[in-house]
């Protein structure tokens, strides 16, 4: 089946602060958008990737290329207002309707070859794969005046990506209306009537957002650097 991927890169980062957008930050030399890019080419080099930058950053994103020398083969897509409409045009750009899809965060660049390859082997077999872990503290649900109610830990999870699809269904879920509780892809996916399927996910598959997402970036990618030598 072809193997396609969209990562999409269309934030802002606001809770970065700054002036250069999260997924251009440099990670151990390279902005952290290539070590994303780099994590899918390794897993296969015929798979058809597919960016989905912001339309003012086109020529900055070439620019950084050119200066990094940077020659994983990837198609460029103009974003959304939102990720939603990212996501959508994402997939409006993939010429094929058959095959499988992973859709990733541009600023997860430790998803990794096993939980990539993961998601596209559950999703050959049930339709989709929803990378996922296991929550390590204690939760409790907010109530309306102002008190909280505890609850059991174990029936949630937190939800990552990559989200893995069949192509044709997911393109399918994305041709409704964007509606307020589309949170990710799973959710859209899920409003359109199939169930989702959860498959574990990696702890260290986090997603920079804050200044101390990206110190502890630094610290993922050394101890990976160190450990596989």
Known sequence: MRKHAIIVAGGT?????GSIRKQYLPLAGLPVLMHTLHSFYRYSEDINLVLVLPAVDM???QNLCTTHGFSVPHILVSGGSTRFQSVRNGLNSISFNDGLV???DGVRPFAGQELIAAGFEEAALVGNAIAAVPLKDSIRKLGTAGG????EREYFRL???PQTFLLSKIRQAYEVTEQPHFTDDASVYEHGGW???LIAGNPANI????????EYADFLFRKYQTTTG
């Open 13 to 17: 980062g606001t809770r970065m602060g």
């Open 102 to 104: 992973a859709i990733h």
């Open 195 to 197: 169930p989702v399927h």
């Open 159 to 161: 939800v990552q990506t």
């Open 148 to 151: 909280s109610v505890s609850c």
């Open 207 to 214: 997603k920079i957002t804050t200044p101390e997402d990206m």
């Open 59 to 61: 020529d900055y994103w």
